[in-house]
């Protein structure tokens, strides 16, 4: 794969025809070091936002050998990886897949939210003594952009429940918790990890293991969230407070905070109506969350020089597809000289944007290029200073 300087040069020397991810493997890896270093226990990426082997490598060289997985496919893929340490992170399981992940994997991490999950791991993996089960509770999101307590997890006296008869019959118990996707404060944290405490006191088991899950943040042109330190002195302090014994493991499962700055997609606008941009990618490829959950990703325009007194004016894309549902509304701050042929740059997608991407109407298929430059946006300080020098 070819390796630019920025996403300007990828544009200048291939005169691409499709879309383009411009990936920073870089990024990646500063972000895995900075998780590495400063989260107090271990760290496990979660596979689902992007499992493209740059984005892997990057990882893996970085020091992340732990793996939150959510399917046979994820799990089939990152088992390839030597010396990994897989999570079967999914509440909800084929009994296929267990007895895969158990008997052919060596898995014994599982998660679940009711005992029903429970009998049917104990089913298919034949009463097994070494599992290492984590229920999941349900925790109340607080400033996160996708919601997710109301699909999993389980509360008050069924999830002290669910935690005595799992205590019962695992070799290791853990608890899990989800507080959302780009949850933008450490409170949420704060108020899971009390719940955490109140569910350990009520059922009076010992616990082995605590998985905060994901959720941590990245930049988005209208979303700046706490620093990462804040999240991880939260997380410390409310963790240090349960009533568990000293060998209790932490855990956390980021996704969007490792790699959300490692690509951009790079597209070109093929038509202009007033301030509407008709690109060649959208919500049914790699910018479904700019669609259906109104993320506004920072812009650039790439491909020519602009005088610097030019303004900026607030944009709307449409993509390729003859769907009127494939609309990213933003708004995109960008030239107001824009036209048909430009470059746009459309950078921190690396989270979920490949994962999601799919084929309708043919479209969907993209160029890639290594980027040496740093991320539009940046949560970590080494990037910060990095670009600074630049």
């Avoid at 407070?241 to 093929?270: H, Q, T, W, Y």
């Avoid at 007033?274 to 969350?289: P, V």
């Avoid at 769907?323 to 470059?343: C, H, Q, V």
């Avoid at 921190?348 to 290029?369: D, P």
């Amino acid at each position: 794969m070819e390796t630019y300087t920025s996403a300007r040069a990828l544009i200048d020397a291939s005169k691409p025809d499709r879309p383009v991810f411009g990936i920073r493997p870089h990024a990646a890896a500063q972000a895995a070091q900075w998780f590495l270093k400063n989260f107090p226990g271990e760290v496990a990426y979660a596979y689902k936002a992007n499992h493209s082997v740059f984005m892997i490598g990057a990882l893996y060289g970085a020091g992340i050998t732990q793996f939150d997985v959510a399917s046979i496919v994820e799990l089939e893929d990152a088992a390839t990886i030597p010396g990994v340490n897989l999570h079967f992170m999914h509440p909800v399981k084929s009994r296929s897949a267990i007895r895969l992940a158990y008997h052919e994997y060596g898995i014994r991490c599982f998660a679940l939210d009711t005992e029903d999950e429970l009998a049917k791991i104990l089913q298919e993996t034949g009463g097994a003594k070494d599992l290492q089960l984590f229920v999941r509770i349900a925790v109340p999101a607080k400033n996160s952009q996708v919601p997710l307590e109301r699909k999993f997890g389980t509360s008050g006296p069924k999830a002290a429940k669910l935690l005595v008869k799992t205590r019962q019959v695992c070799d290791e118990l853990g608890m899990t918790f989800h507080v959302g996707s780009q949850t933008t404060t450490p409170d949420a944290y704060i108020n899971a990890l009390e719940e955490v405490h109140r569910l350990i006191v009520k059922a009076g088991v010992v616990v082995d293991a605590i998985d905060v899950g994901g959720g941590f943040p990245a930049r988005y042109s209208d979303s700046h969230p706490a620093p990462l330190s804040a999240f991880m002195d939260a997380i410390k302090n409310g963790f240090e407070k349960l009533p568990v014994a000293n060998a209790c493991r932490l855990i956390c499962e980021p996704g969007r905070a490792l790699v959300a700055e490692a690509e951009s997609l790079l597209v070109r606008v093929d038509a202009r109506r007033g301030n509407e941009l008709f690109i060649n990618d959208g919500s049914y490829g790699a910018l479904f969350d700019a669609a259906h959950l109104n993320f506004i990703f920072p812009v650039r325009l790439v491909s020519r020089d602009i005088p610097s007194a030019e303004l900026l004016q607030p944009f709307e894309f449409w993509g390729p597809t003859c769907d009127s549902i494939d609309r990213m509304k933003g708004p995109f701050l960008l030239p107001a000289s824009i036209r048909e042929g430009d470059w746009i740059e459309i950078g921190n997608v690396g989270a979920y944007g490949r994962a999601i991407g799919g084929r309708f109407n043919g479209y969907g298929s993209y160029l890639e290029g290594i980027l040496l430059d740093e991320p539009m946006y940046t949560m970590y300080p080494v990037q910060q200073a990095a670009a600074a020098i630049g």
